[in-house]
C-alpha cells in the first residue's frame, strides 16, 4: 500500500533527477524487496532460474537503463498477481473447507456425574461423551441414550437430516440438531471417519495429474532458455547489427525477461486440480489425488459390484402373501413371533416389517431346526417358519412360489398361512447412474456377483447393463478386472466401484477404484482412490464430468497462457512491446488464468 503510494506520487509530480530515482528505490524496496529476497535465497539452495528471479533481473536492469517507473510497475503488478493467487487457492481451500470444518473442537466427556469439555484426542474407546444440539459429534461411536435429528452434510453433501436413536452408529462430523445424544466411544479419534477424510484431503494435493507433472517439468527447462535467449537478445544484435545500441537490446531483453516468466502456467493448473477437487468434495466425492481425477476423462469400462453397490445390500419385505383364511397382519406377526430369538438377516428384515414390540412372554417351546427354519409355539398355537424343506418335513400343502427372492413359508396348527418374499432391493438411483454413464460415452458397463445366475441377470436387464458375471467368489473378480483390462485401449481406463469392505483386492486392482458407501468403512478409505460418501452410485457421472470440465478449463488456460506470451514474446524481440505491455502478458495472463481456474470449483451446474 505504501510503496503503491510513493510510486504514485513519483509518476504524478515531475520532481529532479536525483529525488525521483530515491522514490522510486524506496517504492521498489518496500514493493518488490521480498521478491528478491526469495530470489536470492532460491541461488543460494541451487534454484537459480525461478519466476523471482526473472522478475528480479528484468526489474533492477530497468532501473539500470533508467526505466525507474517500469522497473516498479513491474513488482507492484507481479504482487497484484500474486495477491490475486492467495484469493484463489483461499477460495478453493473453503471448497474443501466445509470438509474441514468437520474437525471438532472439543468433547463433553462424561466422568461420573460431572461433564468436562475435552480435546477429542484425549478421548478412549468405551469413554461416554454428551452431544449437545448444535455441536459436532466429536469422535466414532454408538448411541446408547437419546433420539436427535443428525446434519450430515460436511460428510455425504446431503442435505437432508437423518434421525439417530439408541444403538444407532454416530460418526465424527454430524452435526447434532435438536436432542441430547449421549454416545460410547469406539474409535480414537486419530482412527475416527472425520480424521481419515482430513488426512485424505489434506495430502490429495501430493499425488499430481500428468499435465501437472508436464508444467513442472515444462517450467524447468523453459525457464534457463528464456533467461539465455535474453541475454543472446541483449548482446548480439548490437555487436551484430549497425547503428544498434545496446541500452536499446538490453531493454527489450529486460522485457523479453518479464513476458517469458511462466506464472499464469505455474499458479492456474495445479489451481485448476485442486479447485476440481474441492468441488468434488462439496458434491460428497472425496478424491486421493488430482492424477485419479484426471484419469476420469478416459473411463473407457465401469465395474460395478452388486451387493450394497447397486443393490441396498439390506435384505426387505418385498412381499406378503397371505392364504384366504389369514389377513397381511397375522401373517408378519406370526413370522416375527417365531423369528424373534434369530439374529439372521431374514429374520430382522421380517422384525423390521413387523415394526411392533414383540411380547416375549407369549413365546414357548422355540426350536431352530438347521436348514429349515423355526419352530415356536405363540399364543398357544404352534408356528412354522421356514423354507420348502420345513413345509415338506411336517407334511404340510404349501403354495410354490415363483421369485428371485427368498421365500418364507408361514404354517399355524399344520395349516399353511402363505408366504413372506424377501429380497434386496435395487437402489433407486443405480438406474439413473447406468443412463448417465451411458450418455457420458462409457463403452461397456459390467457388473460382478456373487448371486446366482437368476438374480444377477434380472437385475442387469432391470438396469440396461451391457455384461454380467454372477456366482463370483473375490479372486474371481479380480480375474474378471484382469480380463477386462487386457481388452482395454491404450489410454482407456477401467473404473471399478464396491462397497470397499470385501472388495478391497479389486478396488486396488482397478485404474481407479471407488468405494461405494464409503461413510465409516475404514476399508473403503484405505483401498479406493476416490470415495463416494453417499450410497448413490450416479455420484460417478457427477465425478466424471467434474473431471471432464476441470480438464477443459485447465486446457484453456494452457492454450491462452502459451499463446499470449508467443505473441508478446515477439513483439517484444522486436521492440513493438514495451515494458508496460509486458506486465500485461505476465501478471495479466496469470490472473485471467487464476480467474478462470477458479470456475472448476463451482459445481452446482453439474
Known sequence: MVGGAIFAVGIIFNFQNWLELTLFIISYIIVGGEVVLRAIKGIARGQVFS?????????????????YPEGVAVMLFYLVGELFQDIAVGHSRKSISALMDIRPDYANLKVGDEIRKVSPEEVNIGDIIIVKPGEKVPLDGKVIEGNSMVDTAALTGESVPRELGPGDDALSGFINKNGVLTIEVTKDFGDSTVSKILDLVQNASSRKAPTEKFITKFARFYTPIVVFGALALAIIPPLVIPGATFATWIYRA????????????????????????????????????????????????????????????????VSINPQSDFTKEELIEYAAYAESHSSHPIALSILKAYNKDVDITKIENYEEIAGHGIRAKVGGKEILVGNSKLMNKENIIYQEVETLGTVVHVAVDKKYAGNIVISDAVKEDSADAIKGLKALGVRNIVMLTGD???????????????????????????????????????????????????????????????????????????????????DEPSKIVTAIKVAKRTRKIVMQNIVFSLGVKAIFLALGAVGVATMWEAVFADTGVAIIAILNAMRVMNTKSI
Request: hydrophobic fraction near 50%; glycine fraction near 12%.
Open 452 to 534: 446366482s445366475k437368476a438374480v444377477g441377470e434380472k437385475i442387469a436387464t432391470q438396469l440396461g447393463i451391457d455384461e454380467v458375471y454372477t456366482e463370483l467368489l473375490p479372486a474371481d473378480k479380480v480375474e474378471k478386472i484382469e480380463a477386462l483390462d487386457a481388452k482395454k485401449s491404450h489410454k482407456g481406463k477401467i473404473v471399478f466401484v464396491g462397497d470397499g469392505i470385501n472388495d478391497a483386492p479389486v478396488l486396488a486392482r482397478a485404474d481407479i477404484g471407488v468405494a461405494m458407501g464409503g461413510l465409516g468403512s475404514d476399508a473403503a478409505i484405505e483401498a479406493a482412490d476416490i470415495v463416494i460418501m453417499t
Open 254 to 317: 529486460l522485457v523479453f525477461l518479464v513476458i517469458s516468466c511462466p506464472c499464469a502456467l505455474v499458479i492456474s493448473i495445479p489451481l485448476g486440480f485442486f479447485g476440481g477437487i474441492g468441488g468434488a468434495a462439496k458434491r460428497g466425492i472425496l478424491v486421493k489425488g488430482s492424477n485419479y481425477l484426471d484419469a476420469l476423462n478416459n473411463v473407457e469400462t465401469v465395474v460395478f459390484d452388486k451387493t450394497g453397490t447397486l443393490t441396498k445390500g439390506v435384505f426387505e419385505v
Open 51 to 67: 519466476e523471482h528471479f526473472l522478475m528480479s533481473i528484468a526489474t533492477i536492469g530497468a532501473f539500470f537503463i533508467g526505466e
